[in-house]
């Protein structure tokens, strides 16, 4: 079980065990689902409508942008910004998971809650995140520039990413977006935690003789519906957070259709809602559903 339980059988996990565990299941998830984050961020970048029936941008949909990349970047080019994207899984699931074993044994001992009741679940995991989230949007930042890039390559490593951006635009440019990243984050990793809890409830207890693996694959099942379920939920501020911090990163863009410069969270969302209607806020979804059902599936699977 997830979060500090008194009641479980054997010694409790320490925030260190925590922290070292979703680690692990952060490095390897980030492996499974970079393909489908960079198509999600191809997506979320694009002014233009994503659609299949009225094309007008230069991504149409799933199939048609992955063979449009694979053809003109190569089998790679699913994987690129995987050094940051993989640095920020780590740091990120050991930061969201420590915390968040901390803030419920801490609820327990300090407070009359239960430390396993699903709405201290929703406040413990929110918190986890915005701690995990200040401390990781510096690779964040670096992994959507690097997964934004086309062939025409505006930087060549991680080492040179970091030095350009710090000389051109200051270090306040590696928390770009922040703002609705903070917003989001908070109920997106509270529902996850929230809907965990309550599918894990729900579901009857996996049969004795299945041993561990059981158990294991009810986390699998519990973690991907409560995944897909928050990311729904806060989907918009992703795509806000994804548009702002490409922000003085235009020229790198300028191949893959029309680019917009936004002073803020605020004129963001007006631009796009202007633009590209409501429909704008959720370009992306379909891929970042099937990432979400498998990365927070596997999380919860391996944690």
């Not at 500090?4 to 565990?21: K, T």
């Not at 991907?224 to 928050?230: E, F």
């Not at 631009?271 to 999380?299: M, N």
Request: aromatic fraction near 12%; proline fraction near 4%.
């Amino acid at each position: 079980m997830v979060g500090y339980d008194p009641g479980a059988q054997g010694a409790a996990h320490s925030p260190e065990e925590a922290a070292l565990s979703g680690s692990a299941a952060g490095m390897v998830t980030r492996v499974l689902i970079s393909p489908l984050d960079v198509l999600k961020i191809r997506f979320q970048l694009q002014i233009e409508r994503v659609s299949s029936r009225r094309p007008e941008g230069k991504y149409r949909g799933l199939f048609q942008a992955s063979r449009c990349i694979y053809s003109e970047e190569g089998l790679s080019a699913f994987w690129k910004g995987h050094i940051p994207a993989q640095l920020l899984s780590i740091c990120f699931g050991a930061v969201q998971f420590a915390t968040f074993e901390c803030l419920t044994e801490a609820v327990h001992k300090s407070t009359l809650y239960d430390g396993q009741t699903a709405g201290v679940h929703f406040v413990c995991g929110g918190l986890a995140a915005c701690s995990a989230t200040v401390v990781c949007q510096p690779l964040d930042t670096l992994r959507t520039r690097f997964a934004a890039q086309g062939e025409t390559k505006v930087y060549r490593n991680m080492r040179h990413a970091v030095s350009t951006m710090c000389r051109s635009e200051g270090v306040l440019s590696f928390y770009r977006g922040l703002c609705p990243t903070l917003v989001a984050v908070f109920p997106y990793a509270g529902l996850q935690f929230y809907f965990y809890n309550v599918f894990k409830k729900l579901l009857p207890p996996a049969p004795k003789e299945t041993g561990n693996l059981g158990g294991h694959l009810k986390s699998l099942v519990c973690g991907s519906g409560a995944g897909m379920i928050s990311k729904t939920i806060t989907y918009p501020f992703d795509l806000f957070k994804k548009r702002l911090q490409v922000g003085g990163f235009e020229a790198a863009r300028v191949q893959f259709g029309q680019v917009r410069s936004y002073r803020g969270l605020v004129d963001c969302m007006v631009q796009i809602a202007k633009e590209e209607g409501v429909r704008g806020f959720f370009k992306g979804l379909s891929a970042s559903l099937v990432k979400a059902a498998l990365s927070t599936g596997f999380t919860f699977f391996l944690v």
